[in-house]
Nanobody, 124 residues
Framework: QVQLVESGGGLVQAGGSLRLSCAAS????????MGWFRQAPGKEREFVAA????????AYGDSVKGRFTISRDNAKNTAYLQMNSLKPEDTAVYYC?????????????????WGQGTQVTVSS
């Protein structure tokens, strides 16, 4: 059973940056692909970014490509989401997620471990 705890959210002005962290415990971190999702009020949960267990593959949602970067440090059991050039429409609760490497090759789906979320608010 993998436990995930996000941190790093907050209030930032448009154009600013934030870095989210996701600390994992309770499992073998390098046996899991990691992802970030977000959900804004009244909207469905949206895929943001994902990274494979070793960091060689990643994927991004269309709305964040070129602005967000996902990374991981397997020695620290932590995944990160660097968010630059933030826009008001990036405002949402951001969730970290994990899935075992035995699943399919599509990094955007099949996540079964989730954190509690961290709020990101971008003011205009």
């Amino acid at each position: 059973q993998v436990q995930l705890v996000e941190s790093g959210g907050g209030l930032v002005q448009a154009g600013g940056s934030l870095r989210l962290s996701c600390a994992a415990s309770g499992g073998t971190f390098r046996n899991h692909h990691m992802g970030w999702f977000r959900q804004a009020p009244g909207k469905e949960r949206e895929f943001v970014a994902a990274i494979s267990w070793g960091g060689s593959r990643n994927a991004y949602g269309d709305s964040v490509k070129g602005r967000f970067t996902i990374s991981r440090d397997n020695a620290k059991n932590t995944a990160y989401l660097q968010m630059n050039s933030l826009k008001p429409e990036d405002t949402a609760v951001y969730y970290c997620a994990a899935r075992h490497i035995s699943g399919g090759v599509d990094l955007t789906r099949e996540y079964n471990y989730w954190g509690q979320g961290t709020q990101v608010t971008v003011s205009s």
